[in-house]
């Protein structure tokens, strides 16, 4: 089973309203990182999150890791065009000796934004 | 634009071949990592370089290698090529020594295309 899920895989929404993407993890994570991509484009990092219950925004998108580190949500509000995409997360793992390092990435969430 | 290129943009060969890939850093950025993409495997880090030096190994094959040179620009090499390693290859890079997640902010490339037949 995979490692990581993100949910939903897709999402369809009228522009300026509000959105959540949700990526969740078997096990506790180190690391949880979000990207954004264009269709077919490069990536764009978006934003690290490293401590439970940390939150971070970039422009008008907002991250949050949950406190046993296993859960994180993406949300944009008020939607715009420019926010269609595909987004990703991302999460580094160690085992439990803290070696074996381990960065395993979600099957990544269709966004888009009918204006 | 990133400030991250990568060279070549497309790549067409035959199964068995062998391919470089080329990536030049951001001015100043220390740190390369390499990334594979398809509609399989979805996204998958492959190796990360901080100055010259292997910092990170991810679920790189054996046929496949890579290296950073002096002048920070790192080459991705693909030998015996299979049909599976037709993929979208993304270079990135970053200032420091951080986890290939991203603990400091990644900039990405434009990626090379690799179509194998």
């Known amino acids: 089973s995979q490692e990581l899920e993100q949910s939903p895989q897709s999402l369809i929404v009228q522009e300026g309203k509000n959105l959540t993407i949700n990526c969740t993890s078997s096990?506790?994570?180190?690391?949880l990182y979000w990207y954004k991509q264009k269709y077919g484009e490069g990536l764009i990092f978006l934003m690290m999150?490293?401590?439970?219950?940390e939150e971070k925004s970039h422009e008008k998108i907002t991250a949050k890791l949950d406190e046993k580190k296993q859960q994180s949500s993406l949300h944009i509000t008020a939607s715009q065009p420019s926010h269609a995409g595909i987004y990703l997360c991302?999460?580094?793992?160690?085992?439990?000796?803290?070696?074996?390092?381990?960065?395993?990435f979600g099957k990544g969430t269709l966004l888009t934004v009918n204006p | 634009d990133s400030g991250v290129t990568q060279t070549p943009k497309h790549l067409i060969t035959a199964t068995g071949q062998r391919v470089t890939l080329r990536c030049s850093p951001r001015?100043?950025?220390?740190?390369v990592y390499w990334y594979q993409q398809s509609l399989d495997q979805g996204l998958q880090f492959l190796i990360q370089?901080?100055?010259?030096?292997?910092?990170a190994k991810g679920n790189i094959l054996e046929r496949f290698s890579a290296q950073q040179f002096p002048d920070l620009h790192s080459e991705l090499n693909l030998s015996s090529l299979e049909l599976g390693d037709s993929a979208l290859y993304f270079c990135?890079?970053?200032?420091?020594?951080?986890?290939?997640?991203?603990?400091?902010?990644?900039?990405f490339g434009p990626g090379t295309r690799l179509t194998v037949l």
């Open positions: 990135a890079s970053s200032v420091g020594y951080g986890l290939a997640g991203g603990t400091d902010t990644q900039y």
């Open positions: 991302g999460a580094d793992y160690f085992d439990s000796g803290g070696s074996n390092y381990k960065l395993t």
């Open positions: 096990k506790t994570l180190y690391g």
């Open positions: 999150l490293q401590k439970g219950g």
């Open positions: 370089y901080y100055n010259g030096e292997e910092r």
């Open positions: 001015s100043g950025d220390l740190s």
